[in-house]
């Protein structure tokens, strides 16, 4: 997986892709339940960083609300969630691949965000997981 992620490549992420401004969130999603119920890394935990243009960006939606499944008034947002519209596109700045990544020392990958989907060519390479 990790020969796809090298500085310079533009691609397009093939999915919906859910980021959050929170490190804390983050690191919750570099973690998993073990068999004895302990919290530990996931074995591949990554903290993607995204870069903006000032111009900013057009396909990224807050999700400012839910279906109260996760808990509180499901007309608040119940974590700082942004999601990119599937296909979006991102240039790759830098990576930084780890021996043995963690939660608390994961790989780190850097990406700058396309401002507009749609002046991106069609046929940039597709993410192989994000």
């Not at 068999?35 to 903290?47: F, H, Q, T, Y």
């Not at 947002?77 to 240039?91: G, K, M, N, Q, R």
Request: include cysteine.
């Amino acid at each position: 997986k990790h020969w796809f992620f090298t500085r310079g490549k533009r691609y397009r992420m093939p999915m919906f892709l859910a980021t959050t401004t929170t490190l804390a969130t983050a690191h919750g999603f570099m973690q998993e339940q073990g068999a004895a119920g302990e919290m530990r890394s996931k074995p591949d935990a990554v903290l993607w960083t995204f870069v903006f243009d000032a111009v900013g960006c057009n396909h990224i939606n807050l999700i400012d609300r839910h279906d109260g499944t996760l808990g509180g008034d499901p007309n608040r947002p119940a974590e700082d969630e942004w999601l990119f519209s599937a296909y979006s596109a991102f240039t790759i700045e830098s990576v930084e691949w780890k021996d043995e990544p963690s939660w608390t020392s994961p790989h780190k990958v850097t990406l700058r965000v396309a401002p507009d989907n749609a002046l991106e060519p069609e046929e940039l390479p597709l993410a192989p997981w994000g």
